[in-house]
Nanobody, 124 residues
Framework: QVQLVESGGGLVQAGGSLRLSCAASGRTFSGHAMAWFRQAPGKERDIVAGINWNGGSTYYADSVKGRFTISRDNAKNTVYLQMNSLKPEDTAVYYC?????????????????WGQGTQVTVSS
């Protein structure tokens, strides 16, 4: 089992920045690919960014490329999402996810463990 706890969400004005953190405990963190998903009201849970086991490969949704950066610190069992130039359409609950494989996948059903989510609200 892997337990995930997100932090860092909040209310920010358009153009601002936030950094989300996801602290993992349980099984070997470095053996898991990690990702951030988000879900807005009435919409599906979509991937925002993913990172493989050692940080050597990342994936970004087109909507966040150039604005968001995913990273991980395996020594601290933590994955981060730096979000810059935030837009109102980035408003959603953001979830951290882990899968029992070192390679990133882009669909939610391929992830085995989930955090409780953290709200990000971007005002215009």
């Amino acid at each position: 089992q892997v337990q995930l706890v997100e932090s860092g969400g909040g209310l920010v004005q358009a153009g601002g920045s936030l950094r989300l953190s996801c602290a993992a405990s349980g099984r070997t963190f470095s053996g898991h690919a990690m990702a951030w998903f988000r879900q807005a009201p009435g919409k599906e849970r979509d991937i925002v960014a993913g990172i493989n086991w050692n940080g050597g490969s990342t994936y970004y949704a087109d909507s966040v490329k150039g604005r968001f950066t995913i990273s991980r610190d395996n020594a601290k069992n933590t994955v981060y999402l730096q979000m810059n130039s935030l837009k109102p359409e980035d408003t959603a609950v953001y979830y951290c996810a882990a899968r029992r494989n070192v390679i990133v996948r882009v669909t939610a059903d391929e992830y085995d463990y989930w955090g409780q989510g953290t709200q990000v609200t971007v005002s215009s």
